[in-house]
């Protein structure tokens, strides 16, 4: 019979999941566990996106795992690698073993007698309804919606007579050789388009209705290449990461503290790279300050250096409509375009969309706080990973297993089934994420808020979280723990390494 209850059930398998497991054997190797994924593969992101020259934008001595050691030359890192190295942690480590493909989770409801969640996943085939329990769970499944990104309605598209593709769902038989591309966006993923596409294309235009700040950083980090050839592997990467770390968060505080000198530099290293004859008030100077949205890093100045080649442009303006050849901007200006990328960001979700109830009833996630940033107020045996906006998202997702496996181990020492964060105070009301970023803002009244004191605040701060996470106090007078008022029955299974191929 195949197993159907877990200790623990861990939604994803991206670069949060297969990191959670292992976290999960290692400091609590007597549970069991599965990891659902709703598609066919391993790596999330990683493995979802196919655009030309997909890359990181942070660092990988921060973006890779605490226990798992970046060997790369390159610390921008291409798509491909990191798949990749997130792949060889599953099988080096055999998760893999334990993951249960194309079981897209639909529901979730929690039985407070049984302390328990039941599940309701989808078969991504066939479209067979299965069900699954667990103790507790684990969501991995990130924060925007893999069945598409924020693609507007452009007047007068229906009168293009060239193709519109999303960088989420990229053809994989695109062919924009010798064509005309225009790339609408300024993000992380139009910045990474330009110059890719800019190597085949007759020429690539970037369209954004309003500048962002755009970093050059070299693709390989000297200092943690030259640390390897002395030290061994595992300190140089350590080394390095805390001193990454460091640096970012100096850079952060920075900006907060005197963001006009901020500003201020990473302009003037935009004029650095471009030289003379660019209009870098116009194209490169946004209106807000640095780190009120992620900034875009380019490794080793490429898109820079495709703009000064002239292989690609920059445009600032706004879309009037479509025509049959390319688009009329609100300047009157026209840009001709054989092909049209809609880098236009995310749609995000919360818990990847999950339907939540709590003994049947419905459960309206806006309505509720974040608890240290991983679990939710009214929500039992629930904690979902949650990266960061101004540093790499795996700091964060290593922390959330710390406090995982952590508390698991307390519920364990006190006999105890269910915990719950527990309101006592009213609570003001501030945003998930103080980001103005417009696929965050787009979101946020779907998302739960997080409250004006500790530990309802959603802190960006890695050290912080360390005392909070890694070293986490139960007894705050917050977190409520409970025994289960009946015991469920036992559930007949057999080892999740022989049904993994199921």
């Not at 007698?113 to 969501?139: P, V």
């Not at 050059?216 to 595992?234: I, T, V």
């Not at 900034?295 to 080793?300: F, M």
């Not at 929500?379 to 997702?397: D, E, M, Q």
């Amino acid at each position: 019979m195949t197993q159907t209850h877990f200790d623990v059930i861990i939604v994803g398998a991206g670069l949060s999941g297969i990191g959670a497991a292992y976290h999960l054997q290692e400091k609590c190797p007597g549970k069991s566990y599965t990891i659902l994924e709703g598609r066919d593969a391993i790596g999330g992101t990683w493995d979802l996106f196919r655009y030309p020259g997909i890359r990181s934008d942070s660092d990988m001595h921060t973006l890779g795992y605490i226990f798992k050691p970046w060997k790369e030359r390159k610390a921008i890192a291409d798509g491909p690698s990191i798949l990749k190295y997130v792949r060889e942690t599953a099988e080096e480590n055999g998760i893999d073993q334990h993951i249960r493909y194309n079981h897209l989770v639909e529901q979730a409801d929690w039985n407070s007698e049984t302390a328990m969640w039941a599940l309701t996943t989808r078969d991504a085939t066939t479209g067979e309804l299965r069900h699954l329990s667990c103790n507790f769970l684990y969501m991995c499944s990130g924060y925007y919606s893999y069945k598409g990104g924020y693609r507007p309605d452009f007047p007068g598209e229906e009168n293009f007579e060239g193709q519109i593709v999303h960088p989420q769902h990229w053809p994989e038989d695109l062919d924009y050789k010798d064509r005309n591309v225009v790339v609408i966006g300024s993000g992380a993923t139009s910045v990474t388009l330009v110059p890719e596409m800019a190597k085949k294309a007759k020429h690539v235009t970037m369209l954004q209705r309003s500048p962002t700040y755009i970093v050059s950083r070299p693709a390989e980090d000297s200092f943690a290449n030259g640390l390897r050839k002395w030290l061994p592997e595992k300190w140089a990467y350590g080394i390095t990461r805390w001193r990454n770390i460091l640096f970012q968060m100096f850079f952060f505080s920075k900006s907060r503290k005197d963001p006009d000198k901020v500003k201020g530099k990473i302009i003037d290293m935009a004029k650095d790279e471009l030289g003379p004859g660019h209009d870098v008030d116009r194209h490169f100077t946004p209106s807000y300050n640095p780190w009120d949205q992620r900034l875009c890093l380019v490794p080793d100045g490429d898109l820079f250096q495709s703009l000064k080649d002239g292989t690609s442009s920059i445009v600032t303006d706004h879309i009037e409509r479509f025509t049959k050849t390319g688009i009329e901007l609100k300047s009157g200006e026209s840009l001709d375009a054989d092909i049209v990328v809609s880098a236009t960001g995310l749609e995000l979700v919360f818990l990847g969309g999950v339907e939540l109830t709590l003994d049947g009833r419905p459960v309206d996630v806006s309505t509720l706080h974040g608890y240290r940033g991983v679990m939710f107020e009214d929500l039992p045996n629930l904690v979902s990973t949650f990266g960061y906006t101004n540093a790499s998202w795996t700091l964060k997702a290593d922390l959330t297993a710390d406090f995982v496996t952590k508390l698991l181990k307390h519920m364990e020492q006190g006999g105890h089934d269910s915990v719950v964060p527990k309101v006592e105070a009213p609570l003001a009301d501030e945003p998930w994420l103080d980001f103005s970023s417009g696929y965050v803002k787009r979101a946020m009244d779907r998302f739960p808020k997080q409250g004006d004191r500790t530990p309802w605040r959603l802190h960006q701060n890695y050290i912080k979280d360390i005392f909070l996470l890694r070293h986490a106090k139960f007894d705050d007078g917050v977190l409520v723990f409970r025994k289960a008022e009946r015991q469920p029955k036992t559930v007949a299974s057999k080892p999740e390494a022989s049904v993994a191929a199921e």
